[in-house]
Every structure is written in C-alpha cells, then in structure tokens.
C-alpha cells in the first residue's frame, strides 16, 4: 500500500486543489490514497472521505498543527484539534488522546524546520518526516533521516502537497492491505519512504493563493 502521508487541501489558507483533483491526481500516480493535513482544520474531512469510498481511495484523517515550536502533524485522528501557538507538548497529547499517531514534518527545513531540539521529543512523537516533496533541497531530508535512524523513530514521506498536481509525488510504502494494517506497519517501522521532489514552479501556487490570486479550488 502507498499512500501519501502530507497533503492540503483548499481548506488550507495556503492551498489550492479540490479533493476531486487530489483523489484523481493519486490515482493517476498509481497510490491507494492520502492523509488530509490541513493547516489548523479539518474542513475538508468529510468530503474526503466520502469522495474517497466512491472512487475506493483511502483516505486518512490528519491536521497540520503550528504549535509554539514549529508544525505538528497528527494522523489517524478523530477530531479537530486547536493548538495554534500552544505548546508542543500539549498538542501531541492531544493528538495521542485520540489515537492518533505524532510526527514532526521537514524538522530540518530551512525556515519551516522545527524551532526547538528534536532531542527534548523523542520519548514522546512517533517519528518524522524524512522526505519532504515540496521542499526542493535534500539537505533538511538527509539530517532528518539520520536523525530517525539514530533515535529508531518511525520515517514517513509526504509530497506536502499544496496544488494537486504534485500528489503522489512522495509517499510511504507498505505491505497493507487496509488503513489499520498500514498504521500497524507505521507503528513497527516496517515501512519505506519513495518519491520525488516536485519541480520548483509549484513552491509559486501557495504564494498565489495566500495573495488573493487564486480563489477557487483547482
């Protein structure tokens, strides 16, 4: 099974595509489906899932949340979770209250990287992201690899897709046949990040939707 584990939607203050788009786009890519991450929301859940049965996508609930310290990604969740600006350590109780599953997204990336050691969470995140799609350089993605291997945490890869067209890009790969089989293959880290980077011109779509030019999904 291959699925995507980092993708907005246009719930996203800073992405573009509809959940039709993104579906299609993953199909044509040749992945079993996405995890919705969206900045701060879960707006787009439901009509990700329900689109996801028609078109027999998975679909996997998640929020990208900004705590105080740099983003959080939760995955396998249940419901909306308001930590904007709250510490880290609150957010990712959070997230394991309800089952989720907690990992630190481009820890190593430039101006999005996590802004607190990585070594105060290790007892308490579930692992990172090792290979960011959208990020166009590999050196956050080297350091991050070598940072999950030293601390035996969980490596995931995600497109960080914010235009559909670059989903599917990078994935996680596993042998699953279902979403809780996936998430028991995360959880004993039997599983292989694959992809890409997506080309340079789609870092500019994130840019056009927060500036106004962009105002309906793609």
Request: neutral net charge; glycine residues 10%.
């Amino acid at each position: 099974m291959k699925i995507d584990l980092h993708c907005h939607t246009f719930s996203s203050y800073d992405a573009t595509s509809s959940i039709s788009s993104m579906i299609k786009q993953g199909k044509k890519n040749g992945i079993d489906g996405i995890a919705i991450t969206d900045h701060e929301n879960t707006n787009a859940w439901k009509e990700a899932v329900s689109e996801g049965r028609k078109e027999g996508f998975e679909i996997i609930l998640g929020e990208e949340i900004k705590s105080s310290k740099g983003d959080i990604l939760g995955l396998f969740m249940q419901h909306q979770i308001d930590g904007k600006g709250k510490d880290p350590e609150w957010v990712i109780n959070e997230i394991r209250k309800q089952g989720g599953l907690v990992f630190i997204p481009h820890p190593f990336h430039e101006a999005e990287g996590f802004k607190d050691s990585l070594e105060k969470y290790v007892g308490l995140i579930d692992g990172i992201e090792v290979f960011n799609g959208r990020r166009p350089f590999h050196k956050g993605d080297d350091i991050a690899e070598i940072f999950a291997n030293k601390h035996n945490l969980i490596r995931i890869g995600g497109s960080d897709s914010h235009y559909h067209k670059t989903i599917g890009n990078t994935y996680t790969e596993c042998n699953a046949n279902n979403l809780q089989e996936f998430k028991n293959e995360l959880l004993a880290k039997r599983t292989e990040v694959r992809g890409k980077k997506a080309p340079i011109k789609y870092l500019f779509f994130p840019i056009m939707k927060k500036i106004g030019l962009i105002q309906k999904a793609i």
